[in-house]
């Protein structure tokens, strides 16, 4: 029988040279590879900036977080999908900030962008649309109201390496993105995520606090004006900087270099990691208006390409068997599932403090019941994919 594991791991020759230097030298902890990473990154990506640090969840955190610098409170808002893998809405309360979700769209498990205006308030900071599943949301629309608003948007790309919209690179979309480079995700470091951004100054920001909000070198800080903390920054009697005083609540949460050596080794092939998977994806997306009874996933418009970090899948209402059904047929027959996520305010407890109730929102919740996600990966080939659509098909013959 065959095996579809979920994800893999692509670790290159190059990647194990640098990490057995890195080894051998001793240098480990955060460095020059790390900065290489960043720079081939930033540029794969189209942004003059990128800040590499432990994982995609703290990319999340770290980018909202830059926010206090620039005057915004604890207990602010920032509007998220309601579905979303869970840490996206961790991070923002790890951000020290009150998630205000807005339910999706299941065509395109995406945020719906008709429900954001409503879900402004004058504690709104940001907006963090997802990428679920590499299909990028509505941008267009999003910088739009979070200009009328005079909200900052952050891309949660974790899930989108690879993904186009309207000719430009998620990652590139917003004023800044936050990667996973997770083992489940396309560039992979094993453990990583990368935040990236064309503002010199929140890149600044985004190093200091990755490293517990050192004193960065910022040209606010040079000038003492724009950003909240900078300005307030303890100077030693000579007005020197100080080694351990530190310019804002930080975190720790750097990349280190044997992670970075992956990543770069990752980078040298990304073009052929990105094309194996996106036709993995589309040779499935393709072929399964056939389900359509039973089964439904996303669609790749014209306008853009998905990411390829997975296939979607959500069962219609009425159909005769269960989600367990058929992922323990799909199991059993080798391949490897997920669920589809679920519905963070409402079917996740950590959210429950914050008063919603079931039902209210329908969509996310319909995707957390009802939907799983399958692999795309570069060590899978076409033939697989069409074993995977058999199985589908001879369960779905019982029925
Ligand atoms: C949408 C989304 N955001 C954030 C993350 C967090 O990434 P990490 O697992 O690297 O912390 C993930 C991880 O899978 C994700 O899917």
Not at 14 to 43: Q, Y
Not at 89 to 108: M, S
Not at 210 to 218: A, I, L
Not at 264 to 281: F, P, Q, S, T
């Amino acid at each position: 029988m065959k095996r579809i594991p979920f994800g893999t791991i692509t670790i290159t020759d190059t990647a194990r040279k640098l990490a057995m230097n890195a080894l051998e030298t001793g240098r480990i902890s955060s460095g020059k590879l790390v900065r290489e990473f960043e720079d081939r990154f930033a540029s794969l990506v189209g942004a003059k900036e990128a800040v590499a640090v432990s994982t995609g969840t703290d990319a999340d955190i770290l980018a909202l977080a830059v926010l206090h610098d620039f005057g915004a409170k604890r207990g602010d808002e920032v509007i998220i999908p309601s579905l979303s893998f869970v840490a996206t809405g961790n991070a923002v309360l790890h951000a020290g900030f009150t998630p205000v979700f807005v339910d999706v769209e299941l065509e395109t498990l995406n945020i719906n962008p008709a429900g954001i205006e409503a879900a402004i308030t004058p504690k709104t900071r940001a907006i963090m649309p997802v990428h679920l599943m590499g299909k990028p949301a509505e941008m267009d629309t999003i910088n739009e109201i979070a200009k009328k608003h005079g909200l900052v948007v952050v891309e949660d790309a974790a899930e989108a390496h690879g993904a186009i919209y309207k000719g430009k690179p998620a990652g590139s979309l917003a004023d800044m993105a936050a990667f996973s480079t997770y083992v489940a995700h396309i560039i992979t470091t094993g453990e990583g995520g990368v935040v990236t951004t064309d503002r010199e100054d929140y890149a600044d920001i985004l190093r200091s606090l990755r490293s517990h909000g050192r004193t960065c070198s910022c040209k606010s800080c040079a000038l003492n004006t724009a950003s909240a903390y900078c300005a307030k920054r303890f100077r030693g009697e000579g007005g020197e900087d100080i080694r351990f005083t530190f310019d804002r609540i930080g975190y720790s949460c750097k990349m280190n270099e044997l992670e970075a050596a992956i990543g770069i080794g990752a980078l040298e092939v990304y073009g052929e990691i990105l094309k194996k998977r996106h036709d993995n994806l589309i040779y499935v997306l393709d072929r399964f208006e056939k389900f359509g009874e039973f089964l439904f996933t996303i669609k790749e418009e014209a306008h853009e390409t998905i990411g390829p970090h997975a296939v979607p899948v959500l069962m219609r209402e009425k159909v005769p068997f269960t989600r367990a059904q058929l992922t323990d047929y799909l199991e059993k027959n080798g391949v490897e599932t997920r669920t589809l996520f679920a519905s963070m305010p409402t079917q996740c407890a950590g959210f429950y403090h914050l008063g919603h109730k079931k039902g209210d929102f329908p969509n996310a919740e319909y995707a957390g019941t009802r939907g799983i996600h399958f692999g795309v990966h570069q060590d899978l080939e076409l033939s697989d994919m069409q074993y995977v659509l058999d199985v589908i098909e001879n369960f779905l013959k019982g029925f």
